[in-house]
């Protein structure tokens, strides 16, 4: 039986990680003395950045949509939010990357990271790693009260998600708790209040994680095997196909009853065909990828997973543009 390719290890001495993309800014643009730093934030990845930020750019436009369009106040909350994610990403990557230093040594997509590489030491790592969250923190300081006090309770998750994998097969389920927080948070900013909807649209938006990261966990199954690594990937198995459907109806279902929460009471009709349409044309990105999902491809499995960008920011579109008529 012909194995399918792995993704190539990046040479020893390069520094570049192995499953960043070739000639990303990090590896080329940024001074030699930062890069290790931006690496280990994942800076030379931005995927991870923008599936931090989508669920929040989707509360942003909802909660518009919901009260008469857009302000002045969500210009700064979709830019701050976007400046956030980029520096909360790249804390709980630090973070991660130094809990599982001793995993990424073992396997050959992850050995050629930061740590396990010897680029930098691990106090080196959380010291840069509070930099990122005492600088986050001062975005997060301009919010809301009730925004404040999600992002601090946002904490636990970050720090407990690396250890997941340890203890149960549904490490994604820990990631979206985390990585969806952005939607509760922002419509908090935004409102300064939490109704259905925006637990509506963090649902979603955790039952979508599940998707995304078992594919993304696919990459890795058999070195998880050898190491002892728990995932939904090595969970489901053949199965996969099955998993990643009810996946797929339960984010479209939870983003459309997010949508009718919001915008079912508005007067005018419009914005609420417009923002189902955009949960309707999410869900066939997402067909989209399952029908090219091949989960003993690696280099299929994190095109796919890449792939999901475009997904969240379909809907985060259209529910823009509901904001605005």
Known sequence: ??????????????????DAPRGNWVDTLAPAATRPYLRLSRADRPIGTWLLLIPCLWAIALAAAATGGFTLLDLWLATSSALGAFLMRGAGCTWNDITDRDFDAAVARTRSRPIPSGQVTVRQALVWMVTQALIAAL????????AIALGVGSLALVALYPFAKRFTWWPQAFLGLAFNWGALLLWAAHSGSLTAAPVFLYAAG?????????????QDKEDDALIGVRSTARLFGRNTARWLAGFLVATVTLMAAAVIAALLPLENPLPLLIGLAGTWA??????????????????????????NRDAGLIAALFLAAAALV
């Open 206 to 218: 955790f039952v979508w994680t599940l998707f995304y990261d078992t594919i993304y966990a696919h």
């Open 1 to 18: 039986m012909t194995q399918a390719p792995r993704i190539p290890e990046a040479p020893p001495a390069s520094g570049t990680v192995a």
């Open 139 to 146: 975005i997060l300081f301009t919010y809301h009260p009730l």
């Open 282 to 307: 999410m869900g066939w990105h997402m067909l989209w990828q399952m029908r090219r999902l091949d989960i003993d491809d690696p280099a299929n499995c994190l095109r796919l997973f890449r792939s």
